[in-house]
């Protein structure tokens, strides 16, 4: 699960606002392992969010911008052929693999997961990948523009296609609204591509002012976690899923704290949901790891220092920021469930990919 951006001031706001200082903390901080994490790239002390994703799904450094792909000539040519990645060792052991987020589906964070590409700009044919190569069997976000894309709209990668008609070939499910994502897992679909909003899902904090942006039948973070839960949970030999509040990040790149708080309280939300999930089945205690990792930090966050700080719950505090970029600071990791004493120390972002690993074989 990554709260993309989200340094650890970013968890001390979002609690302030919605319980305050005194109050209980958010569901991540329930998590019994803690440790931090570098975020380096192979060419950045600041990383993006496609090189630490591709170091976590295949354990190796690589450069900003690189999707679990060595363009090392520059060609655009994945060079040597890409290893596989975390989630597609999953998949070859027999498990199943969602992505859930709220930026377009084939955004960075997503894409070094199910996908192989020189740059993060290709999305068309990462969404193309998702589809005919890799065959994740739950993909929900916003970024339908990417799946349907007419040749003007052509990528980076020069990918252009219809890969809705192409899922839906393949014994995918194909909706565009809440009710139509309930009704699909509740019929016992397998394999489900929720297509929410053209780009990037609607912000969570426009669901306080419904009657201006709010689209009312996009599903929240949460609910799409339930219903991928819903649907991998079948799968006997278990799964891989990514979970990612994708916008947390781009909060911090509007320095914007009302964003940042509403994108953080949902992810979390989310979390609830898993550890709910979890919770149910003892044998799901035994076998779940679950880590929540920060991709890095965005925006150079902090709470500053104030004459008065008699913050109650629904205040937001005084913010500062440092940068409209990302930040190279270390982040910090919860986690839970086997492979996670690996954890609860300082780690490398490369050094997740190994112990994922370990807890699949
Ligand atoms: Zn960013």
């Not at 990948?129 to 349907?148: D, P, R, S």
Request: aromatic residues 8%; contains cysteine.
């Amino acid at each position: 699960m990554v709260p993309d951006g989200r340094g650890l001031a970013g968890v001390t706001a979002a609690r302030i606002f919605k319980n305050g200082p005194h109050g209980p903390g958010p569901h991540m901080e329930t998590l019994s392992t803690m440790g931090y994490q570098r975020t380096h790239s192979a060419n950045r002390a600041t990383t993006d969010s496609a090189a630490t994703a591709s170091a976590w799904a295949s354990g190796e450094k690589f450069r900003n911008g690189e999707i679990s792909c060595h363009d090392d000539n520059r060609d655009g040519k994945c060079e040597p052929t890409p290893a596989p990645t975390i989630l597609e060792l999953a998949r070859e052991r027999g498990k199943s693999a969602g992505l859930v987020v709220t930026s377009t589906v084939t955004h960075a964070t997503p894409a070094a997961f199910g996908a192989h590409v020189p740059r993060r700009g290709c999305e068309n044919e990462i969404a193309r990948q998702y589809i005919q190569v890799t065959g994740v069997e739950v993909i929900l976000g916003g970024g339908a523009a990417k799946f349907n894309a007419p040749k003007a709209n052509v990528d980076a990668c020069g990918t252009f296609g219809d890969f809705i008609a192409a899922a839906r070939t393949r014994g995918y499910e194909v909706v565009y609204t809440k009710d139509a994502m309930e009704e699909a897992v509740s019929r016992g679909t397998k394999k489900l591509l929720g297509l929410f909003a053209r780009n990037g899902k609607t912000p969570e904090l426009f669901r306080v002012f419904p009657e201006e942006h709010y689209r009312v039948d996009e599903p929240t973070l949460p609910q799409m976690t339930a219903a991928a839960l819903e649907i991998l949970e079948k799968d006997q030999d278990g799964f891989f899923l990514l979970v990612e509040g994708s916008q947390i990040d781009w909060a911090g790149h509007d320095n914007n704290l009302p964003y940042q708080i509403s994108e953080t309280l949902a992810f979390d939300e989310a979390v609830k949901v898993v550890l709910d999930w979890i919770n149910e089945e003892q044998r799901r205690k035994l076998d779940t790891l679950v880590i929540i990792a920060p991709d890095h930090e965005t925006g150079g966050f902090a709470i500053r220092g104030a004459r008065q700080e008699n913050y109650k719950p629904g205040d937001l505090v005084k913010d500062a920021w440092t940068t409209k970029k990302h930040t190279a600071g270390d982040v910090v990791i919860w986690s839970q469930g086997p492979g996670s004493r690996f954890l609860g120390r300082a780690v490398d972002n490369t050094d997740l990919y190994q112990i994922m690993r370990d807890v699949l074989w």
